[in-house]
């Protein structure tokens, strides 16, 4: 691991003006990352590439101070700092020229897991697209279960990867468009701490920084870099996931997408890859473990019906009431349960999670079959 103090790492990718790849090129040209910060102005000019402005910037030091603040937030918080020239920084982030020089993380996972897929797809996402992430997650979970999802904990197809690789047992971890001091969106703090135990969230931004649009565009090249593959579930025409599927393909990485029937809103996106061959069809999680050349670990007890046994009163009252298959709204389970509607929404989180259980447009509740 190299020696060069923290400080100094988050200085280095806090620079106004200088993005990764100028960064590298800094501590390339002086020798050390610690050159770079004691570096005269006038030397700075002449490094190509570097103009002016930006060495006016890097001479200046005012980002110092923040780094030092920077640096006691991680430390307090126990929070993980990866550099690009340290030895446990991702191997296949270290392939990608713009990957971050510093990010953040905080969690347990193993980003040089031997298996990592990023999925992806649109906020709007429908209840087939919902269904078929989860499918295909439960599916991979019994063969692979040291397979680690990543995504965006975004509305739609992300925050659903989550809630699947959870219910699978498998770790997940989020990619984070702005600083750990912030959830976004809030409604997903749930999902994000129960992360923490089996997976985690990553960032290049610093603490304090809140959620911007342009923020998110940035971290999809982490999403992207960090697996050996993207699926991406459902799209638009435009938007997140095929930015992040355009990403993959420029690190020469698999980009697989499922399909949708034609006319489709949120499908249009993945039709257009497969059919511009910058995509994989992909249906089910057998097509993934063909397409990656994955070989299946020994099958696994199914964990669903371990979790069963380890059921709450709470649970099992819960789990009685949805016994049909029509479901139940919050409200009437509420009812149906004896259980309050203030401490029952944080229960069949848990259950959602545990995979008990599946939600449905309306609040309305499931047994998961």
């Known amino acids: 691991m190299s020696s060069v103090p923290l400080v100094y790492k988050l200085a280095l990718g806090m620079i106004p003006g200088v993005g990764d790849i100028t960064a590298r090129k800094l501590v390339s040209f002086t020798g050390s990352v610690e050159a770079v910060f ?28 923040a780094a030092k603040t920077e640096a006691e937030f991680v430390e307090k918080h126990g929070i993980k700092v990866f550099f690009y020239l340290d030895d446990d920084y991702p191997v296949r982030l270290r392939q990608c020229e713009d990957s971050p020089v510093t990010f953040y993380f905080r969690g347990n996972a193993d980003l040089n897991s031997p298996m990592i897929l990023s999925i992806v797809g649109t906020r709007n996402a429908t209840q087939r697209g919902r269904e078929l992430c989860q499918a295909i997650v439960s599916g991979l979970a019994v063969h692979f279960p040291q397979l680690l999802i990543v ?8 925050i659903t990867a989550h809630k699947a690789a959870l219910a699978g047992n498998l770790p997940t971890v989020a990619v984070l468009g702005h600083g750990l001091k912030t959830i976004y969106p809030s409604v997903h703090a749930g999902v994000a701490r129960a992360m ?23 971290r999809n090249r982490i999403i992207a870099g960090i697996s050996d593959a993207t699926l991406i579930i ?25 399909p949708g029937r034609p006319g489709d809103e949120w499908s249009a996106g993945c039709n257009a890859l497969i059919r511009c061959n910058r995509a994989a069809l992909v249906e089910n999680a057998d097509d993934i473990e063909y397409l990656l050349g994955w070989k299946p670990a020994a099958l696994a007890t199914p964990v669903q019906g371990a979790l069963f046994k380890g059921m709450t009163g709470n649970e099992k009252r819960i789990y009685e009431a949805l016994g049909g298959d029509d479901g139940m709204t919050i409200d009437m389970l509420a009812g149906a349960a004896g259980i309050p509607v203030s401490k029952l929404s944080a229960i069949l989180l ?13 609040n309305v509740y499931r047994i998961r079959r």
Do not use: C, W
């Open 38 to 65: 004691k570096e005269s102005y006038r030397s700075l000019t002449r490094i190509p590439g570097v103009g002016e402005a930006l060495a006016s910037a890097v001479a200046r030091h005012e980002y110092l101070d």
């Open 151 to 158: 995504s965006g904990l975004a509305y739609g197809v992300d």
């Open 196 to 218: 923490l135990d089996n997976g985690g969230h990553i960032t290049d931004f610093p603490s304090a920084t809140l959620p911007e649009r342009n923020n998110f565009i940035r």
């Open 234 to 258: 459902e799209s638009g025409v435009r938007g997140g996931a095929l930015i992040t599927a355009d990403i993959a393909a420029s690190y020469n990485r698999d980009v697989m997408a499922v």
């Open 350 to 362: 848990q259950m959602e999670l545990a995979g008990m259980i599946t939600p449905y447009p309306g």
